[in-house]
């Protein structure tokens, strides 16, 4: 990758954790989310990340609600986003999670890279507000990676840490992936990496080498804006959006997906870049074109 | 330095080698620098670094044009902008440098940290438009540094390679400087370091152990605009204006200097950041504050 | 740390994985470990990290266990050596390890900052050889801090990844942690940091800012000397033994523990740098000198 | 580069500043040059960099002290070893360096990448002991390529700071340059890069990205050696000999250029890596074969 490619700004529609009390922009309904894919397309987005939720507003890990947030968001916005399904969680199956994926393929699915402490700390109470392990071993990689493969699903490698990076060699190895590589680095989460411009470098020079890849910014809470600088800086792409972060750079909470993309697309403007089109993006994470894609 | 730092805000408001033919903001007389200054303060810069010019916009190194330029632009802005004189220049003696110091002696100078090849090449052509040695010996510096400590003037140490900053160190064992130091990193000209966001951090890392310093990125041309995020990203300072780059992120050619400043304010926002007041920006150069200073 | 601290050598003396009829030199008996010990010592060897095992080999967390092999060592080397319990392994509650502990406090013991992926992969088998989860989730590792600051026991902060350096700023925060802070970075376990120097100062450059700290590496597998030589060229300290590798730099197997260290205290030397004395290692770990110390 | 491929040892045989008070083992005669050339043959090394001398010990630039040079070796080592001419010095002409190049083209010469300050200083008179501007503008680095690539010379790029590394790039458009590009990273100079491993590290990161390049470290006075496990440990070679350090790594004078080598050796051993054969040092050199050549 290099500063001259264009920016893929995804965006994490709704997340899992927040919910409309702490932020009244969060989607639940399939109209919801259609509506705000829209917002999100018209303001440069071109991937979104879904995590289902009933319209009731619980998370969702039932084929029927994916389904119908997908096709609703299809709808909504034809070949002009990138759609990419959720498979991260603590305590749903293996079975559960490919069941959904084989009822609705998406484009691409997200996919945890390894385990690790999963924690948020409280300065003020001086002490962790939660923490837990995340587990996400080899084992289930695997079948995922296998599932994804065979419905034609992209994997977008979610690395918290070097390790989860490093992670993709044997399994290059195996020939269970192939180029290009789509990875997204999270920083910002107690336990995974560190929030640092460094770091993100680190992350990215981790890469299998001599394999085409591809890799984007995932930065948790308030941190995110100074860390999309930080990946514009370095050649990478940028995900925004509802499930990351509710607040705009200056503290105020975003008004829908849509605002914190266009902020998105300033920076990476600013940054003396451009963002992607829908066909780039697709091209960059080697997906197939559709049929009557436009941006 | 920390990403909780204020960003200071510098602007490079004249240059010496561009002209008004190739971008008409460009001031020439005192009273343009003034109103150019009033530009920058308004958009939000507080650190404007001066090369002077006749009136009729000829290169100068006379008392004379430094303190009518220096004198307007007080006049205009008062102390809403810390005042900066290069004294970067190749073929004009140390004495002569010195003498407009003496002359009117601003809060801080810049001086250059090393020698190195100093070029410019075509990719079209295939060819160098120009190269040459711009050599800035230990013995000028040393001459300068001392010219500068009798006058209470503030070095900013123009760094454009890991070797200008590693030669801050026997400048300090010799009692040369103080701290906080204040460093610019200049990324971009050909001979220099390579403009990377990994090498601004190396830039960075390499500022001498345990001593309090301020740093700031110095893009040249069209990669200004991704240093500028680059340096957000490390918790630097940045630094725009028509000597640097002419041009806004988008190609277009800047009507002002003020311009250039509101682009980068706005970025600094973007990132998390806060630019710096001008009381902040005097306390993070290690500066003594004015009497009447105002933001 | 700098490039002029001495390089404290540790030599983990038996691990729990290996046994003799991988490498006839792994000690089983107090016998056999006081034997090793007097051979790491007599080699430059100051630090040996201790996993017990039952005289017919078994790995241990019997408090009796870890008695009889620590009072051996002692009365065979007395104060020339720091005594270093582990307290990782998978499978064997919280309350076992303080168990042994509080029944024998050693002066340092060792604590696994963080949960992963750990796995060994075969490039021939094109499979993994063994992969699991291994948690250390924070409640753990704050019930162990606990612990080891009651009883008196440093704790050796055991890093496999970026973000398990970077957990040590919470634990700081909640004031669970005494400066100087003293890390292991392990490298070479797949789902952890990958094994490569620039990895290896990326860990030592997360150490949390502004805190003394002493670090060292631990390379598991043959990438072990390649990564001794990188911390010794980064201002760190090293450990070798038969725990992590069995072999001497050219690929014959170790006849002792002894023999490690000496190569490690040989390189140690040659890249221009100092074994630490067993007093300085103290000083450099935060620990009390000892009444009759003598290296 | 990678920790796979071979090391390919250099030994800097003379050097032009230091004389046989400072150290009775630099060699002077073309006899002694060739006795110091078996000696490094023998303990491992397979490239020999040489600057002239005439017999009396004088730095010489004249095509028959380079010659009588040249010749004496090959008469004893055969094609043993690739011999390289220094191209680097003050004061003496381009076209004089072309000419001795002319008379007797070696395998291999040295060709410094940019300007620079090039200094000592000396910490305990707080004084520089002695600095200048060293000046090797673009215009003699392309009449030197030019000659070089006239007489089928492959140049070494010695590189003292990053923008000498990326000075390779423009100069790789022009079709100046041919892969593979064999670069020599010179730490240690005040005014040049600072000699650590991390700088080392940024150096090899700067290498033009898609070039096959092959790169060492060269360090300067007693850092060299730490220099040297910095190298080994990031996949690059190394360069020893009287030019650069007379000292052993426990502080004694070496008695030959052979003693250095030897040591370079072991410490490439115990790094886990391997010399590389001299028809193997060819091949990364991307020099051709010789007909007797033999390690
Ligand atoms: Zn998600
Ligand atoms: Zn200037
Ligand atoms: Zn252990
Ligand atoms: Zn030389």
Same mark, same amino acid.
């Given at each position: 990758?290099?500063?001259?490619?264009?920016?893929?700004?995804?965006?994490?529609?709704?997340?899992?954790?927040?919910?409309?009390?702490?932020?009244?922009?969060?989607?639940?309904?399939?109209?919801?989310?259609?509506?705000?894919?829209?917002?999100?397309?018209?303001?440069?987005?071109?991937?979104?990340?879904?995590?289902?939720?009933?319209?009731?507003?619980?998370?969702?890990?039932?084929?029927?609600?994916?389904t119908?947030?997908?096709?609703?968001?299809?709808a909504?916005?034809?070949?002009?986003?990138?759609?990419?399904?959720?498979t991260?969680?603590?305590?749903?199956?293996?079975?559960?999670r490919v069941?959904?994926?084989?009822?609705?393929?998406?484009?691409?699915?997200?996919?945890?890279?390894?385990?690790?402490?999963?924690?948020?700390?409280?300065?003020?109470?001086?002490?962790?507000?939660?923490?837990?392990?995340?587990?996400?071993?080899?084992?289930?990689?695997?079948?995922?990676?296998?599932?994804?493969?065979?419905?034609?699903?992209?994997?977008?490698?979610?690395?918290?840490?070097?390790?989860?990076?490093?992670?993709?060699?044997?399994l290059?190895?195996?020939?269970?992936?192939?180029? #290009?590589?789509h990875? $997204?680095?999270?920083l *910002? %989460?107690? @336990?995974?990496?560190?929030?640092t411009?460094?770091? /993100? +470098? &680190?992350?990215a020079?981790?890469? #299998?080498?001599?394999? $085409?890849?591809?890799? *984007? %910014?995932? @930065?948790?809470?308030?941190?995110?804006?100074?860390? /999309? +600088? &930080?990946?514009?800086?370095?050649?990478?792409?940028?995900?925004?959006?509802?499930?990351?972060?509710?607040?705009?750079?200056?503290?105020?909470?975003?008004?829908?997906?849509?605002?914190?993309?266009?902020?998105?697309?300033?920076?990476?403007?600013?940054?003396?870049?451009?963002?992607?089109?829908v066909?780039?993006?697709?091209?960059?994470?080697?997906?197939?074109?559709?049929?009557?894609?436009?941006?």
């Amino acid at each position: 990758m290099s500063l001259e490619d264009p920016v893929v700004i995804t965006c994490a529609i709704s997340g899992a954790l927040a919910n409309r009390e702490q932020c009244p922009a969060i989607p639940y309904t399939p109209e919801e989310y259609a509506a705000e894919a829209r917002r999100i397309v018209d303001e440069g987005g071109v991937h979104i990340h879904i995590h289902a939720r009933t319209s009731a507003g619980v998370p969702s890990y039932e084929a029927a609600d994916f389904t119908a947030i997908h096709d609703a968001i299809r709808a909504e916005v034809g070949d002009a986003a990138i759609l990419n399904f959720s498979t991260g969680t603590v305590g749903v199956s293996v079975e559960r999670r490919v069941a959904y994926l084989q009822a609705c393929p998406p484009e691409v699915a997200a996919l945890n890279m390894g385990s690790m402490n999963y924690a948020k700390y409280s300065a003020r109470r001086k002490d962790f507000v939660f923490e837990t392990v995340f587990p996400n071993p080899f084992g289930e990689i695997i079948a995922l990676l296998k599932a994804m493969r065979e419905l034609g699903i992209k994997p977008e490698h979610e690395c918290f840490d070097l390790g989860h990076v490093g992670s993709l060699v044997p399994l290059l190895d195996m020939g269970l992936l192939e180029a #290009p590589l789509h990875a $997204d680095f999270v920083l *910002g %989460v107690t @336990g995974g990496v560190p929030a640092t411009a460094r770091n /993100l +470098a &680190a992350m990215a020079d981790n890469l #299998p080498e001599g394999v $085409d890849a591809h890799w *984007g %910014v995932i @930065g948790i809470s308030r941190v995110q804006w100074t860390l /999309l +600088a &930080a990946a514009l800086s370095l050649g990478g792409s940028v995900r925004v959006g509802l499930e990351d972060n509710l607040y705009l750079p200056d503290g105020t909470m975003a008004r829908s997906n849509g605002e914190l993309v266009g902020r998105a697309r300033q920076m990476t403007l600013d940054a003396g870049r451009r963002p992607a089109t829908v066909q780039e993006a697709r091209a960059l994470l080697g997906l197939r074109e559709r049929a009557g894609a436009a941006a």
